[in-house]
Nanobody, 116 residues
Framework: QVQLVESGGGLVQAGGSLRLSCAVP????????MAWHRQAPGKQRELVAL???????NYADSVKGRFTISRDNAKNTVYLQMNSLKPEDTAVYYC??????????WGQGTQVTVSS
């Protein structure tokens, strides 16, 4: 079991920004892919952004151009920079990892609420 600890959620007005952080054990971060998912009330969990061990990134169409996923191996942390937030971005955001170093693991989630 890999412990992932998210932080940085909160309440923000539409158009604002937040940065989520996910603390990851170093051996995991160097090998595995990392991703952020989100789940809004009454909806299925969906992939928001993914970064491979080599740095390749992929984004959901709904967040392209607004969100950026990045990793800092020196700080053992993965980030999700969220700009131009919309009310429809309101959800619980989960950090995820999977790959050669471990099976899939999830963080506990952090709430992001965007007010109109």
């Amino acid at each position: 079991q890999v412990q992932l600890v998210e932080s940085g959620g909160g309440l923000v007005q539409a158009g604002g920004s937040l940065r989520l952080s996910c603390a990851v054990p170093g051996r995991i971060l160097r090998i595995n892919a990392m991703a952020w998912h989100r789940q809004a009330p009454g909806k299925q969990r969906e992939l928001v952004a993914l970064i491979g061990s080599g740095g390749t990134t992929n984004y959901a169409d709904s967040v392209k151009g607004r969100f950026t996923i990045s990793r800092d191996n020196a700080k053992n942390t993965v980030y999700l920079q969220m700009n131009s937030l919309k009310p429809e971005d309101t959800a619980v955001y989960y950090c995820w990892t999977g790959g050669a170093a471990s099976g899939p693991n999830w963080g506990q989630g952090t709430q992001v609420t965007v007010s109109s």
